[in-house]
C-alpha cells in the first residue's frame, strides 16, 4: 500500500512548481495528472505528448522522480503556429522549445525528461517501451488525438493511466475519441474526469466490468460533442445553453489521491 499523505505531499511540492512554470494547465488537472502518475499500479515509462512550454511536464517529472516512477519522455515540435497552441510570433518567437527548456532547468527536473523535439507520429515509428503513464495534449483534431491514442495504445501495460486533455472543452477531436475509443471500450476499465481532462485505466483483462460506469459517461460527452463542433466561433445562445447544461453531468471537479486510488483499486 502506498503513502497517500506522502503522495499528497509530494504534489504540494510539485504544484508550486507548476504554478510557477508558463502555460494553461489549471491547479485542479495539474493536482490530477501528478496523481494519476503517482498512483499507475504498473511500471514502464511516463510519456507526454504536447508539451509547449513544460507546465504538465514539470508536474509529471517532480512526482515521479521523488517516487521513483521511470523515466518522462516529453514529445512535441515547438512549431509555432500550432492547432492548439497560442501564435507565438506577436512575441517574436517561432518556437516554445526555449522557454520550455528554461522553465524545466528553473523547475529542477531538467535532467528528469528525455526531450524528442518531434511529431509523436515519428517517435511512435521507434518506440518500443511500455508504458505507465501517458498524457495525450497534442494535435486536438479527431485524427491527430485518434493517432496518439492508437500508435501508443499497444506498449500500454496492464493498469496503465491515460489522460487526454480538454477533452470536456470545446475541442471536438478531443472529446470524440475520448467517447468513442476510449467510454466505448472494454480495454478501459474506471474511468473519470477533472477539469477538462478525460481519463481511465487501462485494464485489457477485465475492463467489461466497468463498462455500465463508462456508459454513464459517454451519455452526457456523446452529447456535448455536436456542440463543440458548432463551437469553432465560440459559445453562444442555444449552443452555449446546451454546452452549460449537459457538461456539469459529466462530473468533472477535483480527485483526490485517496478517491483516486480508490477507483484504480490502489487500496482497499
Not at 46 to 60: A, D, H, M, P
Amino acid at each position: 500500500m502506498r503513502d497517500l499523505d506522502q503522495i499528497s505531499a509530494i504534489i504540494d511540492q510539485g504544484w508550486r512548481r507548476v504554478w510557477a512554470t508558463s502555460g494553461y494547465l489549471s491547479e485542479r488537472e495539474a493536482r490530477f495528472i501528478m496523481a494519476a502518475a503517482a498512483l499507475a499500479p504498473a511500471s514502464g515509462k511516463n510519456l507526454e505528448i504536447g508539451s509547449f512550454k513544460g507546465r504538465s511536464t514539470v508536474g509529471i517529472a517532480f512526482v515521479t522522480r521523488e517516487l521513483g516512477l521511470g523515466p518522462v519522455v516529453a514529445v512535441d515540435p515547438h512549431t509555432s503556429p500550432a492547432s492548439t497552441d497560442p501564435d507565438l510570433r506577436r512575441s517574436g518567437q517561432t518556437t516554445s522549445y526555449d522557454d520550455f527548456v528554461t522553465n524545466l532547468k528553473s523547475a529542477g527536473v531538467f535532467d528528469r525528461i528525455e526531450i524528442k523535439r518531434a511529431f509523436s507520429y515519428d517517435l511512435a515509428r521507434e518506440w518500443k517501451d511500455p508504458i505507465r503513464f501517458l498524457w495525450i495534449d497534442g494535435d486536438h483534431t479527431y485524427e491527430g488525438a485518434k493517432a496518439d491514442l492508437e500508435m501508443f495504445k499497444p506498449f500500454l501495460v496492464d493498469g496503465a493511466i491515460v489522460a487526454m486533455h480538454d477533452v470536456l472543452g470545446t475541442f471536438e477531436g478531443a472529446l470524440r475519441v475520448f467517447v468513442e475509443e476510449v467510454l466505448d471500450c472494454d480495454d478501459f476499465g474506471p474511468a473519470g474526469f477533472s477539469g477538462s481532462i478525460g481519463w481511465t485505466q487501462y485494464r485489457p483483462r477485465d475492463g467489461s466490468r466497468f463498462r455500465w460506469r463508462r456508459r454513464l459517461l459517454a451519455i452526457p460527452s456523446r452529447k456535448l460533442i455536436p456542440v463543440a463542433r458548432r463551437a469553432d466561433k465560440g459559445l453562444a445562445g442555444w449552443n452555449k445553453f446546451l454546452y452549460k447544461f449537459w457538461r456539469p453531468l459529466a462530473p468533472h471537479g477535483s480527485v483526490s489521491v485517496r478517491r483516486l486510488a480508490k477507483l484504480l483499486r490502489t487500496v482497499d
